[in-house]
């Protein structure tokens, strides 16, 4: 029974999460991302719920669960995107040199400020997105790696396959299916403990009445 539970939520878990990251690589919309990453995050616990026996009160390894698991959801959703992104860059980009126009900071709200750049082109023409990185100066020329299709934010330097993208994708669903099998384990085994420790009380109180 725990096998089979095991592998019903690593394979919609795990779909879930990498249908995600290829939707959002292929229409690379920011605010579809703004809404699904939430939206990501909340289907963990309820995909937990359902799919975990002895949920409705977690203890033990069903504790670490609820917050490895969606952690680990984010973590190889972001990755796909990014080896995706990578990988098609690698295959179809443009590498050219640009200039730095300018250099502000973005407020990120709870989370520090990310310090961006806005680029041109050789021609002198703005090239769309930005990029992100420290140090970065007015006037600096770097490389930078553009989609022709300008649908892929301009990526700093030059990319790689995406093989280390997915490589540490692997490694957090690898940590996502290990928290998934110690809390289903022990879901499936607490059911029984209780059954028995319950039958123990009985017998006890049994005993325990004069004839």
């Known amino acids: 029974m725990a096998a089979l539970l095991l592998v019903r939520s690593t394979v919609v878990f795990l779909g879930v999460e990498a249908g995600v990251g290829v939707l959002l690589h ?3 919309n920011i605010w579809l991302t703004l809404l699904l990453y939430p939206a990501l995050y909340l289907l963990s616990f309820f995909l937990l719920a359902l799919l975990v026996p002895d949920m409705d009160e977690p203890k033990g390894w069903a504790v ?18 990014s080896g995706l992104d990578q990988r098609v860059l690698h295959a179809d980009g443009r590498v050219e040199r640009a200039t730095v126009a300018k ?4 407020d990120q709200g709870a989370d520090a400020p990310t310090h961006v750049a806005d680029l041109d082109d ?8 930005v990029v992100t990185g420290d140090g970065l100066k ?21 990319p790689t396959t995406g ?5 540490l994708a692997g490694i957090a669903a690898g940590v996502e299916v290990l928290f998934l099998a110690l809390a289903i384990c022990q879901g499936v085994a607490s059911p029984a403990g209780d ?17």
Do not use: C
């Open 64 to 81: 670490a669960a609820m917050i490895v698991v969606p952690v680990a959801a984010l973590v190889v959703m972001h990755l796909t995107i």
């Open 138 to 158: 007015a006037g600096q020329t770097i490389t930078v790696t553009v989609d022709p299709r300008g649908k892929i934010p301009v990526l700093l330097g030059t």
């Open 163 to 167: 093989s280390g993208k997915f490589r």
């Open 26 to 28: 292929i229409t690379q």
């Open 122 to 129: 050789p021609s002198g023409q703005p090239l769309p997105g």
């Open 103 to 106: 250099v502000y900071w973005v």
């Open 195 to 211: 059954e028995d420790d319950g039958q123990a009380e009985a017998n006890a109180e049994t005993k325990d009445v004069p004839a």
